[in-house]
Each structure stands twice: as structure tokens, then as C-alpha cells.
């Protein structure tokens, strides 16, 4: 079946530091890979995507790289902020075309102090 | 930027009792989902729906769940008999054609169950 592992949080801190959230995942097919964020008191918003090997994702400063050698996904920052304070879940799903679900990692906690 | 909203944002009911979550996918959208993430817990697949029914659902959809789409714009999803193990925050989601194999979420329903 499929699955996505997520390094557990809570991933504390300090405000410009490098954030990397481990993901990697098993998948029955080819996968597209995802990263969502929820702030707190909201849902969940797509933050990136990788639909291919060796494609890379990017949205306000983070970065992932499907990487299909090691199974992985992880999601980088080079300088995070205390509005980077969130949740954030790894999620995959196989198959390109629209109506294919996601499975989810248990999601990671960051938390970002000042 | 268009979205899918829920309602309620936040809903307390007694067990036994049965419940109504509703939500407005994203207008041009043909693919409706239900997640549910149990607090502390993964976000979880319930069910898919396509041209008016049941695409795919997992073990957790069994036959105290019900989905459907009213109209044009509502899809709801039905607990006929809640249980206090029901207690989750209900994600409803939605993607097309256009979007791929990008789902969109809405800000979620907290269901409690007392």
C-alpha cells in the first residue's frame, strides 16, 4: 500500500535558522508528492508539489526535491520565521489525473521562536 | 482566489444524535472529498465522490456515514449516529480537471461528541 513517514515534531526554532522536515514514503505506481501546511485555527493549505523524479517544488522560501533514488521529499527553508509556525504534512498520491486521493504523514510541528 | 468553505467551523452534539457537515466545493471543481484527522492523529481518507456518487472509500466510511450532493453547489456528509470516537476535525475537499491532481481543503468542522 502506500505511506508517508514524517520525522516527529515538535521541530523547534530560533527565528533565520535552516528548517528541514524529513518525508519519505512507499507508493504502489508512481506518486506526486505534496506539502501541506496548516496555521493554527485554519485548514489546510497546499504549500508545494513534485509530480516527477528530480523535480523540485518551491513556495514562499520552502523547497522540496522528489527524490525517487531514496524515496524522499524533504522539505527545506533557509531562514524561517515566526510565521512559518505551523503544521506540516507530507502527503502523496498516485496517479496524475484529477480524483486520486491523498495519504497523509502525521505531520510535523514547527515552531519558531523569536 | 476561489475556495472551499465549510460549515460549521465548530459543532458539539450528543452521542447517538445524527449530524450534517456541509460544504462548498470550489465552483468548477468535479472531485468532492471527506478527511477527517482525529485530534493528535493523521488526516485520514473517508470517501471520494464523482458524478454523483461513490468513487472510493476506506474501511472508516462504513454504513453510519453517507455522502451526497444536493444541488449544484452543496456536498454534505452525513453521521447517522454519532459516537465519541467520531470526535475529529471533517475536512471536505475538492479538485478538477484544471487542477489535476491538486486538492484544494477547506478550513475544517470540529465535531464533538459529548
Redesign the interface.
Known amino acids: 500500500g502506500n505511506s508517508v513517514t514524517q520525522m516527529e515534531g515538535p521541530v523547534t526554532l530560533s527565528e533565520e535558522a535552516f528548517l528541514t522536515i524529513n518525508c519519505t514514503y512507499t507508493a504502489t505506481g508512481y506518486p506526486s508528492l505534496f506539502w501541506y501546511v496548516q496555521y493554527p485555527g485554519e485548514g489546510l493549505q497546499l504549500l508545494l508539489k513534485a509530480t516527477k523524479a528530480d523535480d523540485k517544488g518551491s513556495n514562499k522560501g520552502f523547497e522540496a526535491t522528489y527524490r525517487k533514488e531514496t524515496t524522499s521529499f524533504h522539505l527545506e527553508k533557509g531562514s524561517v520565521q515566526v510565521s512559518d509556525s505551523a503544521v506540516y504534512f507530507c502527503a502523496l498520491s498516485v496517479g496524475n489525473n484529477a480524483g486520486n486521493m491523498l495519504t497523509f504523514g502525521g505531520g510535523t510541528r514547527l515552531m519558531v521562536k523569536p | 482566489e476561489p475556495e ?1 468553505t ?1 460549515t460549521p467551523s465548530h459543532q458539539v452534539t450528543q452521542m447517538g444524535q445524527e449530524v450534517i457537515l456541509r460544504c462548498v466545493p470550489i465552483s468548477n471543481h ?2 468532492f ?1 471527506w ?1 477527517r484527522q482525529i485530534l493528535g ?5 473517508l470517501v ?1 465522490f ?1 458524478n454523483n456518487e461513490i ?2 472509500k476506506s474501511e472508516i466510511f462504513d454504513d453510519q456515514f453517507s455522502v451526497e450532493r444536493p444541488d449544484g453547489s452543496n456536498f454534505t456528509l452525513k453521521i447517522r449516529s454519532t459516537k465519541l470516537e467520531d470526535s475529529a476535525m471533517y ?1 471536505c ?1 475538492s ?3 484544471l ?10 468542522s470540529w465535531l464533538t461528541v459529548v
Open positions: 472551499v465549510q468535479l472531485y472529498y478527511y492523529q493523521k488526516v485520514e481518507f471520494s464523482y468513487s472510493e475536512f475537499a479538485s478538477g480537471a487542477s489535476g491532481n491538486t486538492i484544494y481543503f477547506g478550513e475544517g
